[in-house]
């Protein structure tokens, strides 16, 4: 995704920095929250798809609050009237004459202010991990934000913090480094304590009532920064507004499950809940069969061939397991099982085949690499059809392998014999297959 160039709106004497990403038929604007800095925010990689993904259905603006990133910094910061002048200015530079405000963490008090004093801006509101006042029901004190002023003066210029805003990727290096220069560069440390003695007199509780906008509000449940009754609580007060409870700790909404909050988003403002492509992993698949199985149960009867079935299934769960693969599901008279490594598949279903001749009885096997879908425990696609009809074409005692598993695992000591090229039903073209040895 390549980012537009930066801009900059006039508020008076005080310049702001913003981006308009996306084309959307809804304009959206992200009032961010405690740091920003419109351009290295794009920096980490997890904020970089829930850009792209937000862009996908609306129209982003978002933008440095004085104070922060490439913003005018005054020495202070801003009031909450200041603040709603300055979103004015943005909207107005960036040709917006009615959007969603998506208020995060510290913007979505002035949010939900600008909601309350400008409905004829406001298409809607979104919220998320946020408050009217973090002094409500003694969750968050004056000791609270003297520790972390403390900790600010003792850790400020490396990621401090993470294990509050973003606790799933506080030892994550990658993270740890973006976070450490996002904070330095989007405000300065005397900034940052500012902003933290701010929350101590913001309180936007009295207006709650007057919010007359479609209101969202999105919180995770175990958010150390903002509690979660702090949501509930906006929710509760805000006329008609419908809270969404997310799993997870992060206080950073683009960290963690942040498809969960996108797809409430998406729905919220289009009305429609996205589909969710399946989730597509390489796999080398492996089918087993039991030869002549129909015969055999005719013969052993219901009971015996149940008894037969189970120790089948033991058997064969007991070599995936051992070459390090997934047990998908029995099939009735066969199995389903997905490798990460080709090589390890086929050994495995060379052991099958050997080792099943003690329980009287021959399978065939079939194995083929590509990508598969994965459909809860279960997975999908046209890599496990073909991975089925390389099975039905062994012959008893036999592993068979697409021409795909073949070249994957030159080197590994599996010799193969052709057998031939084949047409496989239901799939494209004629198919080289291979009997492992």
Known sequence: MDLPRTR????????LAYKVIG?????????????????????YPANLRFMERIASFARVITYDKREQGMSDRLGRPPTLEESMEDLHAVMDAAG???????????GGPMSMLFAATHPDRTRALVLYGTFASLYTQSLIGDESLD??????????GGPVGAHLWA???????????????????????????????????????????SIDVPTLVLHREFDMVAPLPLG??????IPGARLVMLEGSDHIWTIGDQDSILDEVEEFVTGQRPGREPERVLSTVLFTDIVGSTERAATMGDAGWRELLGRHDTLVRKHVDRHRGRAIKSLGDGYLATFDGPARGVRCAQDICAEVERLGIEVRAGLHTGECELIGDDVGGMAVHIGARV?????????LVSSTVKDLV??????????????LKGVPGEWRLFAAR
Do not use: C
């Open 391 to 399: 099975s039905a074409k062994a012959g008893p005692g036999e592993v």
């Open 232 to 237: 509930q609580q906006l929710a509760d007060r």
């Open 23 to 43: 084309e959307g038929p809804i304009d959206l604007v992200l009032v961010p929250g405690f740091v920003w800095h419109v351009e290295l925010f794009a920096e």
């Open 147 to 156: 520790s972390l002023m403390q900790l600010f003066d003792e850790d400020w």
């Open 8 to 15: 900059y709106a006039r508020n008076g004497e005080v310049n």
């Open 410 to 423: 030159v080197g590994s000591g599996l010799e193969f014999e052709e057998r031939g090229e084949t047409a």
């Open 96 to 106: 917006s004459e009615r959007a969603v405000l998506f208020g995060a963490s510290e």
């Open 167 to 209: 606790p799933s990727v506080a030892e994550d290096p990658e993270f740890t480094e973006w976070w450490a220069k996002f904070l330095r560069q989007g405000t300065s440390l005397r900034g940052a304590k500012n902003l933290l003695t701010l929350y101590r007199e913001i309180d936007v509780r009295p207006i709650l009532g």
